[in-house]
């Protein structure tokens, strides 16, 4: 299979372009990015040379650069996205721009191409929030950030292309991963990479926020599932089982570093901030796929992988770009 990847040097991207290539020796990629802040070559840095991969660094809005690679490809998967509420709450324009018009073009190629299958790889927060009980795939969308809501257009974008041309479209919609070569603005690796350098956490508002967290392999593998056996037309989510409040996250990250709670700055809350994220999964498992990995041993293993990996994410926060953001927006970190 000749898989079109975009945005696979970003966080998920990478983790998945790294878990193919493994387990599938007959899968070639092409990894199309445009490496904005978020993009980084050194998350691929162990495949750059497998000859099962190419990477190509250019925009999904760009439909020349798009029909030149969708030309020779069965299927394509896009991660490529804006991807940090927070962000989005202070200049939507670049996220309406990548997750719905790049998404109209991606769309565009695979029905010219009549490819096999598009995978787009959507979130919970389509779904907006929810007090108790869990939404499933039937659950009305009611996103409440310009990001969440650039997610939904995009989703709904997909939806017409199978129902109008038959594009063999499928949706996967996942709760918050964390893993390695995650971005430092993220919560869990801001967080963990804050109380390393003995730096203050910023928890919104009263820290008990609920998000289910999914740790990346997991969705990796539950994207693979979809890849190999979900039904075109159809949407799956993918949850991670694991939900919990912020405030709890937060101290599980300074306990097992061994920082004092007195890291913990609670700050003003974000706006529109979501209460609480839940998935109904059972859709997703009916076709043998289940998260397979512990929270509290993953939580560990990654923060392991962030004290390992300091050149990695000290290049990011030092970054001038990053710099600018944080003392334009006064964040912390
Ligand atoms: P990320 O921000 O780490 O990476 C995004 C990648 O997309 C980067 O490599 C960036 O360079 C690339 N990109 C951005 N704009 C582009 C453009 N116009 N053309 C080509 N490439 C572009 O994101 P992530 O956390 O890996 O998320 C990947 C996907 O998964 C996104 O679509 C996101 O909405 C979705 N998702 C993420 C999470 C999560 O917890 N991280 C949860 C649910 C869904
Ligand atoms: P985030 O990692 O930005 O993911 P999302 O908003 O997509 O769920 O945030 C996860 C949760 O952590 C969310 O409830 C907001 C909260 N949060 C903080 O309390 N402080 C922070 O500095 C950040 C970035 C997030």
């Known amino acids: 299979m000749n898989i079109l990847v975009t945005g696979g040097c970003g966080f998920i991207g990478s983790n998945f372009i790294k878990y193919i290539l493994k387990k599938y020796s007959s899968y070639k990629i092409v990894n199309l990015d445009k490496l904005t802040y978020a993009g980084n070559l050194d998350n691929l840095k162990d495949v750059e040379k497998n000859k099962n991969y190419k990477f190509i660094k250019g925009d999904i809005c760009n439909k020349r650069i798009v029909e030149k690679i969708a030309k020779h490809v069965d299927c394509i998967i896009n991660f490529a996205a804006e991807t940090h509420v ?14 719905v018009y790049g998404t109209y073009i991606l769309l565009e190629a695979a029905k010219k191409y009549r490819h096999k299958k598009y995978i787009q790889i959507s979130t919970d927060e389509v779904y907006g929030s929810i007090d108790k009980g869990s939404f499933n795939e039937e659950s009305r969308l009611k996103p409440n950030s310009p990001y969440s809501a650039s997610k939904t257009s995009a989703d709904l974008l997909c939806r017409s292309y199978f129902v109008t041309y038959g594009v063999p479209v499928v949706i996967t919609r996942s709760s918050n991963n964390y893993g390695p070569y995650q971005y430092p603005e993220k919560v869990i690796p801001l967080f963990i990479t804050n109380a390393i350098e003995d730096k203050p956490l910023p928890l919104y508002g009263d820290g008990k926020n609920v998000r289910d967290w999914l740790y990346v392999m997991d969705n990796c593998s539950g994207i693979d599932t979809v890849l190999c056996k979900g039904t075109a037309g159809e949407v799956y989510n993918i949850g991670g089982d694991n939900e919990i409040t912020n405030i709890e996250l937060t101290k599980s990250i300074l306990k097992i570093l061994n920082k004092p709670f007195s890291l913990i700055k609670p700050v003003a809350d974000r ?8 998935l109904d999964c059972s859709k997703l498992m009916k076709l043998g796929w289940k998260p397979k990995r512990k929270f509290n041993e993953t939580l560990k293993e990654t923060i392991e992988w962030y004290i390992v990996n300091k050149k990695w994410w000290k290049k990011l926060k ?10 334009q927006y006064k964040i912390s970190g």
């Open 86 to 99: 927070d962000r989005s709450i202070l200049e939507a324009g670049s996220f309406i721009k990548t997750d």
């Open 271 to 278: 706006l529109g901030h979501d209460r609480r994220y839940s």
């Open 318 to 327: 030092d970054n001038k770009f990053n710099q600018y953001y944080k003392r």
